[in-house]
């Protein structure tokens, strides 16, 4: 990460991969002398491997057909971690969660549910092995077979799908001031409130209530998913993610006019993050924009 005050921009695109995408990102320090807390993955990889499935026969015979198939895909998994308490959650999930997410199995059967165990499994892992720090996650993954977008989320970071023109909210905010989840909180013994300053608080600490790590929290604070599966068609433009620094500055559809606005989605995205921080967003801001193609 460059100095503070200087936007780290890059992108990428696939190959011979059906739909193609092409993504840009860009992320931008906050506050002067305070590390980065903002990290971002975006790969893709080629899948191997076996998938099982089992299908009802129905019909006169009724019962279930279990197949085991060889298949072979890309996928393209992208990720913005917005850490608080320090880094190390973030780091784990930028270097871990792809990784258990594929290595769960049903990536094709059942990417959703993959990608649901996944995170379970990688705050334990994390909770085994940190004692502080938490993160928020906001992840997409475009399954080449199939052709499905799984976007998964924790916390206040956000995925929006540009359809037909219009703005998507395909995530869910994990805060307080929803009334499910204040009720979750309180089930599980916790409280919200507003002390200390004037925003709704778990515990009187995380603005959050559902993230990775927060092990002195994690009797209160959940780690499972909201979990989108969207079959990527012809009036799916692009997909933006982004942290909480980006979305506090902007509503939805501000964000999908201002991608609509370039083909290059490296300078959507710094466009997004710069104009975050003329609005005077103090906070790290991050942007991750997925535009996809027809081959």
Known sequence: MGPSGEAICGGGQSQSMQPQVVWGFCLLRGLPGRPMGDLHVAEIRIIHGKEFFIQSCGGYFGGSLFL??????????????????????????????????????????????????????????????????????????????GGRLIVANLGDSRAVLCKNGKAELVSVKHDPTRPVEKANIETRGGHVTRFPGDQLRVDGKLAVTRAFGDKEMKEHISARPDVADIVIDLSCHFLVLGSNGLFSMFDDQEVVDSVKETDDPVKAARQLVEEARRRLCEDDISCIVVKFQEV
């Open 68 to 145: 085991s198939l060889e298949l072979d895909g890309k996928v393209a998994f992208f990720g913005i971690f917005d850490s608080h308490n320090g880094d190390a959650v973030a780091k784990q999930l930028q270097k871990n969660l792809f990784n258990n997410i594929v290595n769960e199995g049903g990536v094709w059967s059942d990417p959703a549910g993959a990608t649901r165990d996944a995170y379970l499994l990688t705050d334990r892992h994390i909770l085994d092995s940190t004692e502080k720090g938490g993160s928020t996650a906001v992840t997409a993954m475009v399954c080449e077979l």
